[in-house]
């Protein structure tokens, strides 16, 4: 049972390239989220999915698409890639219920931009 | 205003000692709070959630809410080393979105 997997796990990337973060659960979680970690600024939301076939902006999600491919399966692209998103960004996902909305973290992918 | 505001630290306490961790939130109509630990360099990982007011315990670990405050704490009992990490509050208004701030950094000193 891996839960969160995300690849890569660091990238570096130039000015304009382009790249697609993956990210899948084994949890049957309906829902799945992506962060953007930068100091002093803590966990800020990028686009979240709360179930397959859907997707919503969160607090930032300029320069970013996503893509819930399946319900495992919720990717992340850079179209054109900016300094400003060197950052460490992590996939999570969660479920309605119990445990409600509790999050499950990837161990994240660190980016940088040149 | 942030929507979770807590003291980015650093909080300093002995080992041995109780650590208490603070956090306040905007929206009155949250449900669902949580604490997560997050190591330097890990991703985050949950330590306790409380979903009612009152506190909830979980070995050296107590979480308390007051909701009419906007009010969230966690206390850690007898501090070890291995405490040492930022604490993130997290909150949910029960619409699929958590909203985290922006962690307490805490140092537990042998």
């Known amino acids: 049972n891996a839960g969160v997997t995300q690849t890569p796990k660091f990238q570096v990337l130039k000015t304009g390239q382009s790249m697609t973060l993956q990210c899948a659960q084994d949890?049957?979680?309906?829902?799945m989220y992506w962060y953007r970690q930068d100091p002093g600024m803590g966990l800020r939301l990028i686009y979240y999915?709360?179930?397959?076939?859907?997707?919503d902006k969160g607090e930032v999600p300029n320069g970013y698409n996503v893509s819930r491919l399946n319900k495992r399966e919720f990717s992340l692209r850079l179209e054109s890639a900016a300094p400003s998103q060197t950052s460490v960004y992590f996939c999570?996902?969660?479920?309605?219920?119990?445990?409600?909305?509790?999050?499950?973290f990837g161990a994240g992918t660190r980016l940088s931009v040149l | 205003q942030k929507e979770v505001e807590q003291n980015s630290g650093p909080l300093s306490v002995p080992e041995g000692a109780i650590a208490s961790l603070n956090c306040t939130y905007s929206?009155?109509?949250?449900?669902?709070f949580f604490w997560y630990r997050q190591y330097s360099g890990k991703s985050p990982e949950l330590i306790m959630s409380?979903?009612?007011?009152g506190d909830k315990e979980d070995g050296r670990f107590t979480a308390q809410l007051n909701k009419a405050s906007q009010y969230v704490s966690l206390l850690i009992r007898d501090s070890q080393p291995s405490d040492s990490a930022t604490y993130l509050c997290?909150?949910?208004?029960?619409?699929?979105?958590?909203?985290f701030g922006t962690g307490t950094k805490l140092q537990v000193i042998p």
């Open positions: 949890m049957n979680h309906n829902s």
């Open positions: 409380i979903y009612s007011n």
């Open positions: 999915s709360a179930s397959e076939g859907t997707t």
């Open positions: 997290a909150v949910s208004g029960g619409y699929q979105k958590v909203t």
């Open positions: 929206d009155r109509v949250s449900q669902s």
């Open positions: 999570a996902s969660s479920e309605v219920g119990t445990d409600q909305y509790i999050q499950y």
